[in-house]
């Protein structure tokens, strides 16, 4: 495929600086850019490259003001970052293929509805009593268990397993390997030290525009739901335990777990390998850091938190104790050093 500079500026509605004729015919990193190319910059980070690189045009900002002289032609856009996505966007349209029909072998029960213009791969699976929207694409080997309703516009990738009774609303995309609904981690424990298994009587229900990553876990609710607020992200390999809520337009990074009845705001951001210890309720617009472990509720919205070591719990706690008046501790000592 190739468009003129000049007709990617109008889709973006964008300003173009430069020769708008050239052609580009591929996405490229701007420290690799290439004759045909476009690529874009919105961290200033790169900008060194921006004057380097090959590429036929870069997707800037509109108040971005270049210090050197350039080879590339200039596409501004209100936001460089979003103007880059919309265009992976349209491409992604354009080159992904559309999928129709039923392949064989592909077993869905007679009791089960499926949509218009929707697609079954070989070797999908659907049980009883399973509704599903129009436009939906089950990919091979999927796996839907009795009583699992899909809204419309969903994509259920390869080898994702949604068991009985999940809600996916619509306009979701669950990646390969995920699962949807497996059983909660609930045991008891018995008096001779073996634990006795709780059943999982709830089930997993995604709102709207939900993303869930390649080999992602989201577990039942022992009773009611595990709930996924419209809009969440989650990467690939987290764990999201029974009973959990997650407000909207939350975003978790890969290897983060969040433990059985957390409450996890609106807008929040769980960095990679963040954990959340069960029965916290988190207040919306929350950071989360990487490798962060979060132990107490927190209640005021806009946090940002940072930082875990692991060691003996009754040090951790002796030491927590003093770690976090650390600040007021030396400026006191400040104060102490001054009168001397």
């Known amino acids: 495929m190739e468009f003129t500079i000049n007709q ?13 004729s050239h052609k ?12 045909g190319g476009i690529s874009f910059l919105s961290n200033l980070k790169y900008e060194p490259y921006l004057y380097t690189t090959q590429c036929s045009a870069v997707i800037v900002s509109q108040d971005f003001k270049p210090s050197k002289p350039l080879i590339s032609t200039l596409i501004r856009v209100d936001d460089a970052y979003l103007g880059f996505t919309q265009l992976l966007e ?3 349209k354009l080159s992904k293929p559309q999928y129709r ?3 064989s072998p592909a077993y869905m029960h007679e009791s089960s509805r499926m949509g218009i213009d929707g697609y079954r791969g070989a070797f999908s699976y659907i049980d009883k009593n399973c509704q599903i929207g129009d436009r939906v694409q089950i990919h091979p080997h999927a796996y839907l268990g009795e009583g699992v309703s899909i809204g419309n516009d969903c994509i259920i990738h390869a080898g994702v397993k949604i068991m ?8 979701c995309e669950i990646h390969p390997g995920a699962v949807i609904g497996s059983d909660g981690f609930g045991f008891a424990p018995q008096p001779d030290g073996q634990y006795k298994n709780i059943p999982q009587l709830g089930n997993v229900w995604l709102e709207d525009h939900v993303s ?21 992200k989650i990467d690939n390999l987290v764990q999201i ?13 890969s290897q983060s777990g969040v433990s059985g009845s957390a409450e996890i705001g609106k807008n929040c951001i769980l960095a990679g390998k963040s954990s959340i210890v069960g029965h916290l309720k988190i207040a919306d617009n929350t950071t989360v850091g990487g490798n962060t472990a979060i132990m107490k509720s927190i209640s005021t919205p806009g946090e940002t938190l940072l930082g ?21 501790l030396q400026n006191k000592l400040k104060e102490l050093e001054k009168k001397q």
């Open 101 to 103: 029909g039923v392949e």
């Open 24 to 35: 580009i015919s591929r996405l490229d990193k701007i420290q690799e850019g290439k004759p």
């Open 164 to 171: 009985r009774r999940s809600r996916i609303g619509n306009h």
């Open 308 to 328: 875990y070591i692991g060691m003996d719990i009754k040090d951790f706690l002796k030491s927590y104790a003093v770690f976090k008046k650390l600040p007021d």
């Open 241 to 253: 335990a029974h009973n959990v809520r997650i407000g909207e337009n939350t975003v978790i990074a």
């Open 90 to 92: 349209s491409v992604e």
């Open 212 to 232: 869930v990553g390649a080999n992602t876990t989201i577990d039942c609710a022992t009773m009611g739901s595990t709930h996924i607020g419209k809009g969440v």
């Open 8 to 20: 990617i500026a109008q889709l973006l509605n964008g300003r173009v600086e430069g020769d708008g």
